[in-house]
């Protein structure tokens, strides 16, 4: 008898076989292979035990006419709560084992089965979706802990992006996020997921400007062994994985136009096929998709396919940038501070009353990315249990105070405020028209335009005289 491995050992095994003769050998071979097996003479008997308790694998054997092969394994598919399903034939009956694949099987073994065959392909069956509950399970755990504490608003700003939140959590609507990079578009996605009723289900998450676009069809809807040169195997799209959760498609402005017509396909009709397979897999999943980018432009360059574009804009919520969130950065820095400390074990620091100042006053371009990554970098770079002015950037000092406007007097047109905005903006940066641009909240472009509408010229800031070696 085979010595049973730790992979196998505790691993639990549903036979269901009508014949007693075929079902006995079966089971004798499967529990010489190391597993614990039980043996059911129909998939009643086998249901009820599973609302006992749930096995690891349903092992099928074909003993019913060719005709009824696709209800019996879309039946047992429906049944089994997500637990891979193998399919056991004579060598005879191989053309109903392959169709079997077509129809849920996860794969097929021949009648006897040799133990060392079967412990092969289960192992890697089971290995596969071990992994797959392990990624789900620390992802869900990771983001309960940081849902909570990263998106508590005080800013108004943010007050009615979480209102908006909560509102739309328990629909099973489509949801479009926007916002600038880097501002939490998926914690809020998250948020969503952990306040509705899918909360205990997966949430998995693509980024599709990650995914070059010959892979991302693969990367969502899965593909069968030998679809294209590197399928070794059979593997399941995150739509399987997140089935009865939610599926979050960050950056969906970079989709390419063939996949956007397959996802539309999934959205409408909730079922697809994997690459190269020949048989749709039914899925309930809700969609969240994000976008820093403005759709709308693209759909009019037809970069965007419109029908896509409205399928899922059923509903919207926008994610204010960092700037607009004064209120919530104290908030947003403790937390972080605490969070980088534990992860790095190093001492948790104190921002000065000076630092803190300083820290409002900058736009924050980069939003909470950006200040996430400055708090990291200051708690782990720099030495003593303070973040001071003098451990700042450049650019974060320079905007350490406001700027001073005088009041204007009655009858000022808005175009002369504006220009003398423009003006004392740029002698605080020092002639950046970057920096200038943040602070003022547009873009470089727009600010060089009206610089030359209000024939602005503002000397940029005398750099030091390179010391030079007297030549022999």
């Known amino acids: 008898m085979l010595s049973m491995a730790p992979a196998v050992e505790n691993k639990s095994i549903f036979l269901i076989a009508r014949d007693p003769g075929r079902r006995q050998r079966s089971l004798e071979a499967f529990r010489s292979a190391g597993y614990r097996v039980e043996g059911f003479p129909e998939f009643g008997a086998a249901r009820r035990q599973m609302d006992r308790r749930a096995p690891d ?20 598919k429906a049944g089994v709560d997500g637990a891979p399903i193998v399919a056991l034939c004579s060598p005879e009956r191989i053309d109903l084992a392959v169709a079997a694949l077509r129809h849920g099987a996860e794969d ?83 948020s969503i997921h952990f306040n509705s009723p899918r909360r205990d289900r997966p949430f998995i998450a693509l980024n599709c400007a990650a995914i070059p676009a010959s892979l991302i069809e693969s990367e969502l809807f899965g593909h069968e062994r030998g679809s294209f040169t590197g399928a070794h195997a059979r593997a ?71 029908d896509l574009y409205y399928r899922l804009k059923v509903v919207t919520i926008t994610v204010p940038p960092l700037r607009e969130r004064r209120d919530d950065l104290p908030r947003l820095i403790q937390t972080f501070l605490e ?79 504006e220009c003398e905005l423009i003006r004392r903006t740029l002698e605080h940066t020092g002639g950046n028209r970057t920096h200038a641009a943040a602070l003022l909240g547009i873009g470089v472009r727009t600010l060089q335009r009206k610089i030359r509408t209000y024939s602005l010229s503002i000397a940029p800031k005398r750099r030091r005289p390179r010391r030079t070696r007297a030549s022999d």
């Open 57 to 76: 694998a349903v092992v099928a054997a074909i003993d019913w006419p060719a005709s009824e092969n696709q209800q019996r394994f879309e039946a047992l």
């Open 108 to 190: 097929y073994l021949l009648f006897p089965p040799d133990p060392f065959e079967l412990r092969s392909r289960l192992e890697r069956i089971l290995e596969q979706r071990e992994l797959d509950s392990r990624i789900v399970f620390y992802q869900n755990e990771l983001s309960k802990k940081s849902v909570s504490q990263n998106l508590e608003a005080r800013s108004p700003a943010m007050r009615r992006a979480l209102d908006r939140l909560l509102r739309v959590a328990p629909m099973r609507s489509t949801v479009m996020i926007y916002g600038e990079s880097g501002v939490g578009k998926e914690l809020v996605a998250r």
């Open 236 to 306: 399941r799209g995150k739509f399987e994985i997140a089935h009865r959760g939610t599926l979050f498609l960050d950056e969906i402005g970079e989709m390419d136009l063939n996949i956007q017509s397959k996802l539309l396909r999934v959205l409408e009709e909730r079922e697809f096929m994997r690459v190269g397979g020949d048989r749709s897999i039914r899925v309930d999943v809700r969609v969240i998709a994000a976008t820093n980018a403005e759709l709308e432009p693209m759909v009019a360059d037809s970069r965007f396919r419109q």
């Open 339 to 417: 969070e980088i400390s534990k992860a790095n074990a190093v001492p948790s620091k104190v921002v000065t009353p000076d630092a803190m100042q300083a820290l409002l006053a900058y736009r924050w371009p980069g939003n909470v990315r950006e200040l996430k990554n400055f708090l990291e970098n200051s708690l782990v770079a720099f030495p003593g249990d303070e973040i001071r002015v003098e451990d700042l950037p450049q650019s974060i000092r320079q905007s350490g105070g406001p700027i001073e406007i005088d009041e204007f007097t009655p009858g000022t047109t808005i175009e002369s405020m």
